[in-house]
């Protein structure tokens, strides 16, 4: 997922855990970088806020929690774009006050 500051990336987060059927409460991870929730299936939430590139991402070990068991979801994807597969699904998420009114 990508998007600015408070766009929603976390509270989409929540949703997705909710239909997992995952109990807590889920928190964005931006200073412990990855958390990991279980429940009909395995939520990987990773935050690459404070990722300085795509090694520095990489050397956390991305790579189990993209390729293996469960759902990886990923705030600001944008980090690290060369990173992940071709099949993967981007979300893009904007805050209403950077949305133009229609005319």
Known sequence: MT??????????????????????YVRSPTFVLMTRHHGRLTLHHVDLY???????????????????????VIEWADRATELFPEDCLWIHLTTAK???PER
């Open 98 to 100: 950077t949305l133009k």
């Open 50 to 72: 404070r990722m300085g590139s795509a090694a520095e991402a990489w050397d956390l070990g991305l790579d189990e929690q993209l390729f293996g068991d469960g759902i990886c």
């Open 3 to 24: 998007g600015e500051l408070g766009a929603g990336k976390t509270c989409l987060t929540q949703g997705i855990a909710l239909g997992l059927g995952i109990e807590g």
